[in-house]
T-cell receptor, first 110, second 115 residues
Framework: SQQGEEDPQALSIQEGENATMNCSYK?????LQWYRQNSGRGLVHLIL?????REKHSGRLRVTLDTSKKSSSLLITASRAADTASYFC??????????FGPGTRLSVLP | DTGVSQDPRHKITKRGQNVTFRCDPI?????LYWYRQTLGQGPEFLTY????????KSRLLSDRFSAERPKGSFSTLEIQRTEQGDSAMYLC?????????????FGSGTQLSVL
């Protein structure tokens, strides 16, 4: 069964607004990663946060990790229409495999 | 193009036929993964290889599914006696370790439709 669970399942915002997506997981992890998928394409790695980190930034992306609550959030600031995609969190279970959640479908309206 | 390559991009087959998909990973990546994704869901792990060794295959959906990676380069995923429930996107990824952490590089996938 999938370990990560994203929330919300779908999110619709206006260009320029911020988008926040949450992810919960069940077991201990080595790191947590966020990926993006445009319709009908493969996934693209966005950002990685290690289990001993609490926050990480990359451009317009900000990721937080709370290992005590087994949860993570991805914030996209100043969203653009091109950010429209599905976003998935994936947990790295100490190198065995990566477990993905069902994803959040983000629509950014111009 | 030095990314992960999957072939074919689309495959339409009739129920009961066998299908084989190919994945060419990024050349310096030693790990290769296969995932299945159905509409509206996240990728579901199937199997992975380190070089030519298949280290995890218990998640393959049934004994109709098999994967190989001869010589630790490209990989193939075969589905025998396809069923309509096998219709999905099959994704391949390879991984690189950077600073002690692995990240996945995905191909564009093979969309399988079983009629």
């Amino acid at each position: 069964s999938q370990q990560g669970e994203e929330d919300p399942q779908a999110l619709s915002i206006q260009e320029g607004e911020n988008a926040t997506m949450n992810c919960s997981y069940k077991t201990s992890i080595n790191n947590l990663q966020w990926y993006r998928q445009n319709s009908g394409r493969g996934l693209v790695h966005l950002i990685l946060i290690r289990s001993n980190e609490r926050e990480k930034h990359s451009g317009r992306l900000r990721v937080t990790l709370d290992t005590s609550k087994k949860s993570s959030s991805l914030l996209i600031t100043a969203s653009r229409a091109a950010d429209t995609a599905s976003y998935f969190c994936a947990t790295d279970n100490y190198g065995q495999n990566f477990v993905f959640g069902p994803g959040t479908r983000l629509s950014v309206l111009p | 193009d030095t990314g992960v390559s999957q072939d074919p991009r689309h495959k339409i087959t009739k129920r009961g036929q066998n299908v084989t998909f190919r994945c060419d990973p990024i050349s310096e990546h030693n790990r290769l993964y296969w995932y299945r994704q159905t509409l509206g869901q996240g990728p579901e792990f199937l199997t992975y290889f380190q070089n030519e060794a298949q280290l995890e295959k218990s998640r393959l959906l049934s004994d109709r599914f098999s994967a190989e990676r001869p010589k630790g380069s490209f990989s193939t995923l075969e589905i025998q006696r396809t069923e309509q429930g096998d219709s999905a996107m099959y994704l391949c990824a390879s991984s690189l370790t950077t600073g002690g952490a692995r990240t996945l590089f995905f191909g564009s996938g093979t969309q399988l439709s079983v009629l």
